[in-house]
């Protein structure tokens, strides 16, 4: 079975002031977008897993702590963790911890929360 992570920032520690977010964006939303997330993955018929981590070195202890539970096809990075730009070198972080703990997953993006099994379809073959 097709297995997905979706990797996000925890909405309790999203920076809502920052203008490079869009207009409107809150963590209620964030919130609402996991569980259209989940949703659309398991109408999928996918295992899908959700990893909400803190934009510091204990996230990533937390990401590499998920990835090696289970081999993922994909995993997908939310937008959150990689539009502001002062988030750049957490990102990179993000990108390494899933290259070395899941070498054989491709890693997607998604724009919001809401089209994550869309952007994970894309590489993992499935529409």
């Known amino acids: 079975m097709t297995r997905v992570l979706f990797v996000g920032q925890a909405p309790e520690t999203v920076d809502f002031s ?50 090696a539970k289970a081999e993922y096809d994909c995993v997908v990075i939310g937008g959150g963790l990689r539009i502001p730009p002062k988030g750049l070198l957490f990102f990179e972080k993000v990108v390494n911890a899933i290259h070395q703990g899941a070498p054989k997953a491709a890693i997607a993006f998604n724009t919001r929360p809401q089209d994550t099994a869309e952007a994970a379809a894309r590489w993992i073959g499935a529409d």
């Open 18 to 67: 920052d203008p490079s977010l869009p207009p409107g964006f809150n963590a209620e939303k964030i919130r609402e977008g996991f569980e259209v997330a989940k949703t659309s993955m398991s109408e999928r018929g996918w295992n899908g897993d959700l990893c909400m981590i803190d934009p510091d070195d204990s996230g990533i202890a937390v990401l590499a702590a998920q990835l």
